[in-house]
């Protein structure tokens, strides 16, 4: 099942920031540490145009280290960009953002041309808690779930330093089939455009190659890594439900409850530091959905000249052999 999620607010978001982008030195995109490719929102580029973007990987005490400094030394190589791992909970290392925009801009300060930054990211990564960390006060509001933020704000950080917070925004189409899942799984997509249970044997497909060990650990489910790593996704599904209680009548196993569980440790970090992605990985599963988004977009286009008799007349007469 293809995951798409595109309300009617984040339309109106993506309008906001083609208005406002003119006016701006900085883009801070956040993203989440944990699926930093899938979390790239790629309709920003298009809409930020030249700007200078500073890449903030979010929730870094949550991701595997290792898959961390990967994912930063590829957004460091691109041209314009900076990247830096960030928790937004921690007062200290959040104060990186105003140096790293200054960086990005150095002719921007001072009364006379205060610095003017943008931050978005997709819904439920945190950009409320790093602006509210940022600031001092609670000035976003806050929520473990999508789509808290409804309306542009601007914060003044300082007398030379404004920011500009915009709701979570994803993407029309969501071309990467495994992006979506990530998404899902992370808490980025509303809760009525997926089913958890399809989502959770996604994740549990992903866990079982690479986290092994971590799935045993957390859910003490008596099998060693490699036994883990062995299961089908639906069998680990069942042995987690079990496990956990998450049982109907006659022995039947709850595998809605099963799901929430595993997404739900997924996401609180109990289940240990994880990485969905690296970006060897992402650009391969990016490489794919492009294809087939070509291919479905070819495939329109012909249907919609079949169907059409007068684009039949006009098209061209085909060359001989």
């Known amino acids: 099942m293809a995951i798409q999620w595109f309300p009617g607010h984040m339309h109106l978001t993506q309008k906001a920031i083609a208005e406002r982008i003119k006016d701006i030195d900085v883009v801070i995109e956040l993203l989440d540490a944990r699926l930093p490719g899938s979390s790239a929102n790629p309709m920003l580029a298009q809409l930020t145009g030249h700007k200078p973007g500073l890449k903030v990987l979010n929730k870094q005490d949550l991701a595997d280290p290792?898959?961390?400094?990967?994912?930063?030394?590829?957004?460091?190589?691109?041209?314009?960009?900076?990247?830096?791992?960030?928790?937004a909970s921690l007062t200290t290392p959040a104060r990186q953002l105003v140096d790293?925009?200054?960086?990005?801009?150095?002719?921007?300060?001072?009364?006379a041309k205060p610095m003017r930054v943008l931050i978005c990211g997709i819904p439920n990564v945190g950009k409320s808690t790093l602006i509210n960390t940022l600031s001092g006060t609670r000035k976003a509001k806050t929520g473990d779930e999508a789509g808290i933020t409804k309306l542009e704000q601007r914060i003044t950080l300082a007398d030379d330093f404004y920011l500009w917070d915009t709701p979570g925004m994803l993407w029309p189409r969501i071309i990467v089939a495994k992006s979506g899942y990530n998404l899902a799984a992370s808490g980025a997509v509303g809760r009525n455009a997926f089913d958890e249970e399809e989502v959770a044997l996604e994740l549990l497909d992903y866990l079982k190659q690479h986290y092994a060990g971590l799935v045993e650990a957390r859910f003490k489910l008596a099998s060693d890594p490699a036994d883990i790593a062995?299961?089908?996704?639906?069998?680990?599904?069942?042995?987690i439900g079990r496990k956990r209680g998450a049982l109907?009548?006659?022995?039947?196993?709850?595998?809605?409850?099963?799901?929430e569980i595993v997404m739900h440790t997924f996401r609180d970090g109990s289940m240990g530091r994880i990485t969905l992605e690296r970006p060897a990985e992402f650009a391969q599963w990016l490489a794919e959905g492009q294809k087939v988004d070509a291919?479905?977009?070819?495939?329109?286009a012909t249907s919609k000249v079949k169907r059409s008799p007068k684009l039949r007349r006009a098209a061209p007469p085909s060359e001989a052999p």
């Open 66 to 87: 290792a898959c961390t400094a990967e994912w930063l030394a590829h957004y460091n190589a691109l041209p314009d960009t900076r990247a830096i791992g960030l928790d």
């Open 100 to 111: 790293a925009c200054h960086a990005l801009s150095p002719n921007r300060g001072g009364l």
């Open 230 to 239: 062995a299961m089908k996704d639906e069998e680990l599904l069942e042995a």
């Open 248 to 259: 109907l009548g006659k022995g039947r196993i709850n595998l809605q409850k099963a799901a």
């Open 295 to 300: 291919e479905r977009l070819e495939k329109k």
